[in-house]
């Protein structure tokens, strides 16, 4: 069964950080885009970054570039976002998504290039 979990998240200053991990099982992760996205209230999921399955290619929100990292560790089948920098603008429920096709080099960006999702990991940042 596949499985994305998540943690990391919680209440944290404007202007801290925050990294959250999600762990990956059930299937070869290490070969699929891994992504993060992100859901506020009354807002529809974005993309927040993502990672080909190599490792080699990312791509982040316009809002976070600058201030938020990707990485991944296949050997252990996770994908970390470090977060730095952190504004109110940055609350949301954060997720994790693992990608529909594998060895693809482009970083999809839309929720419909990927078919696994976590459960979510609440990020608060306070002003």
């Known amino acids: 069964q596949v499985q994305l979990v998540e943690s990391g998240g919680g209440l944290v200053q404007a202007g801290g950080s925050l990294r959250l991990s999600c762990a990956a099982s059930?299937?070869?992760?290490?070969?699929?885009?891994m992504g993060w996205f992100r859901q506020a209230p009354g807002k529809e999921r974005e993309f927040v970054a993502g990672?080909?399955?190599?490792?080699?290619?990312?791509d982040y929100g316009d809002s976070v570039k600058g201030r938020f990292t990707i990485s991944r560790d296949k050997a252990k089948n996770m994908v970390s976002l470090q977060m730095n920098s952190l504004k109110p603008e940055d609350t949301a429920v954060y997720y994790c998504?693992?990608?529909?096709?594998?060895?693809?080099?482009?970083?999809?960006?839309?929720?419909?290039?990927?078919?696994?999702w976590g459960q979510g990991t609440q990020v608060t940042v306070s002003s």
């Open positions: 998504a693992a990608g529909a096709r594998p060895f693809t080099t482009v970083v999809v960006t839309t929720t419909s290039g990927y078919n696994y």
């Open positions: 059930g299937r070869m992760f290490s070969s699929y885009t």
């Open positions: 990672i080909s399955w190599s490792g080699g290619s990312t």
